[in-house]
């Protein structure tokens, strides 16, 4: 049995999640604003509070007196409304990042709902991941600008701000009826500035475009609100000018209280491509799907023995990894890490993940390319002789290469897919010999990776620890759920990794992964159970285990990539992507007859 961490300190489920689509900002419940990197979600911070102290940037508009506090997103949107309410009076203020600006900008606004209420702004910019103070200035107008180098930032209020102590403050009174706003505008310091924004028409037009999007949402009876919700904070943490999505806006998010499992996921993963492609091409989103495939192909294009697992936003391919010494971190957990040294490790598993989305885009009537058909072909060839190689697997170890099993699997249904596209889909190709390679490695696998003891397939070749990865084998095709392997390997993992219900992704005290042990449980992986127990036609349980997971999310919906079962606590990097398509798709393998799973996997509904 895995041992869950323990946690103490502040709480990554307090903050909610605005953006604009080329980055995001996370807000607390009071009212500050604690992470921001401008003008790209992988760009340095101005706000790094998250990872430190107010010392490090931050913007808060709070009520001046304690106030009782609730919030939500507007319907179908990114925009988070934050209700303070005292007993003379209530507020709302409302917060987001407009979309399609011709400057990236943070809108506040104001509202007095009744009676009165003293609020207080106060910005303290801090640029280069809160380290760096920037020059600060009023301008005749108003405004307040403020420069660091090649950046700068401008604020537009309604309401007279003056200088504080290294921040830029102002306390008013708001009454019922009236509207303060707010606008914090991103320039490169050498730019013009633009005119004084409108923030009551930012809001107008933000709104509508959110609706028209998430509106065009499928209906999933009654989980469509669920679906409708996670895909929005999918579309929020894509990169629209190359149809990129990011793992999630944030850094070093701990995995581990007080611990060093801190990583960079402001890059796009490819492990996400099939999951993603599914989530979006089945929910009614297929513009957004094939922006991601074309996103994908042209990342990957190049030599294959370059091919990497992740790339920046628009597929850059340096992603050096340092540490920001100058942050504590979150609850204590450091280093801060910015940028990420997995982006040169060797993961055979990306390559079945290209294939795959390569041939579920094609199924979904996405027209093919003769460069994305070479470039397939390139990688196969390429996979052919290196599928045999020990690799770091898709957690990314930073121990030992080994011979995972989830790998190997992922190279049979990159060959699998190849030679059903042509088979099934008239694409020209060596069909003969990939079906060979794919029948080869599932013998392998099926020899070196099935331990008969425990009844079970194992985390790598020789291995006797088992690992949540192994969920993904009916998923994919490689055997039926109800094969009797599969059902072992089921139960060997409700045996050895789970926990409260959730579901871990190995035992971090047995594998070998470089790190000290102790993480919480992950949610893809509770996620990719629920989905086995729809296949094995256990759908009773399966619904048990999704409504265990909305119970897991924060009061405006949101999921972070772990959950601590025994301090009932949010970890990891948030919002994160993969958690949010996970929920989707199993939300639609609930709900309908053939969902994702059966698709993916190619089995019938049981």
């Known amino acids: ?26 807000v607390n419940l009071s009212g500050s604003i604690n992470w921001l990197c401008w003008p790209r979600f992988d760009s340095s911070a101005c706000f790094a509070a998250l990872l430190g102290s107010e010392d490090n940037g931050y913007w808060r508009v709070a009520p001046t007196e304690n106030a009782s506090v609730s919030r939500r997103y507007l319907e179908g949107t990114l925009i988070l409304l934050t209700r303070f309410e005292q007993s ?20 506040r606004l104001v509202r007095g709902v009744s009676g009165s209420m003293t609020m207080r702004s106060e910005l303290a910019l801090r640029f280069e991941y809160g380290s760096a103070l920037p020059w600060v200035e009023a301008l005749g107008d108003g405004s307040v600008r403020a420069i660091c180098g090649p950046e700068m930032a401008v604020l537009y209020p309604s309401v007279p701000h003056g200088a504080e102590d290294h921040t830029t403050a102002a ?3 708001v009454h019922a009826g009236q509207t303060v706003s707010l606008v914090l505008r991103y320039y490169q310091s050498h730019q013009k500035l633009g005119a004084w924004p409108d923030a009551q028409a930012e809001l107008q037009r933000t709104d509508t475009a959110w609706r028209a999007w998430s509106d065009r949402c499928t209906a999933v009876g009654a989980l469509s609100s669920v679906v409708k919700h996670s895909l929005v904070v999918l579309k929020g943490l894509t990169y629209a000018l190359t149809g990129g999505i990011v793992a999630a806006p944030t850094t070093s998010l701990p995995e581990q209280p007080g611990g060093v499992r801190n990583w960079d996921y402001r890059y796009c993963w490819l492990r996400d491509a099939t999951f993603t492609l599914l989530a979006l091409g089945d929910a009614g989103y297929a513009e957004e799907a094939q922006a991601w495939r074309d996103w994908l192909m042209r990342a990957v ?45 060797l993961q055979l598993d990306v390559f079945g993940e290209i294939a795959d989305a390569m041939f579920q885009a094609r199924l979904r009537g996405m027209p093919g390319s003769a460069r994305s058909r070479a470039i397939g072909g390139a990688l196969l060839d390429h996979l ?9 697997g898709i957690w990314e170890v930073r121990g030992p290469r080994q011979h995972f099993t989830h790998s190997k699997v992922m190279a049979w249904v990159a060959f699998d897919r ?45 291995s006797q620890s088992v690992d949540a990865n192994l969920l993904l084998l009916p998923l994919v095709g490689f055997l039926p759920a109800d094969d009797r392997r599969i059902q072992g390997t089921l139960a060997a993992i409700e045996r050895r990794l789970v926990f409260d219900d959730l579901v871990f992704r190995y035992n971090t ?27 094995a036609g256990r759908r009773r349980d399966a619904r048990t ?22 301090a009932k606590r949010q970890m990891g990097n948030f919002p994160q992507a993969f958690s949010h398509v996970a929920l989707v798709n199993t939300a639609l393998n609930l709900t309908r007859g053939e969902g994702p799973a059966e698709e993916r996997s190619g089995e019938a509904p049981p």
């Open 1 to 26: 049995m895995v041992e869950p961490a323990r946690r103490s300190g502040p709480s990554i489920e307090d903050h909610a999640f605005i953006g604009d689509c080329t980055t995001g900002a996370l």
């Open 88 to 107: 003379n009076g209530a507020v709302e203020l409302l917060d987001f990042m407009p979309l399609e600006s011709a400057a990236s900008q943070v809108v």
């Open 171 to 173: 306390e008013f009174t």
């Open 301 to 345: 294009a190049g030599s294959p023995e370059q091919m990497q697992i992740m790339y920046g936003l628009g597929g850059e391919r340096r992603l050096s990894e340092w540490e920001a010494d100058w942050l504590p971190g979150f609850d204590a957990a450091h280093p801060v890490r910015i940028g990420n040294a997995a982006a040169s490790q």
């Open 384 to 392: 052919e002789r290196t599928w045999k190689q020990p690799d770091e």
């Open 418 to 462: 190849a030679a059903k596209a042509v088979q099934q889909l008239g694409v020209d190709g060596p069909v003969d010999r990939w079906s060979a390679i794919r029948d080869e490695i599932h013998d392998e696998v099926c020899r070196k990776a099935f331990d008969s003891e425990l009844g079970s397939f194992v985390q790598s070749y020789g």
């Open 509 to 535: 005290g047995e594998t070998a992964d470089g790190l000290p042990p102790g993480e919480g449980a992950f949610i893809a992986c509770s996620l990719w159970y629920a989905d086995n127990l729809i296949l």
């Open 545 to 566: 285990m999704f409504e265990r997971i909305l119970a897991l999310r924060n009061d405006v919906g949101l999921l972070a990539e772990e959950y601590d079962p025994v």
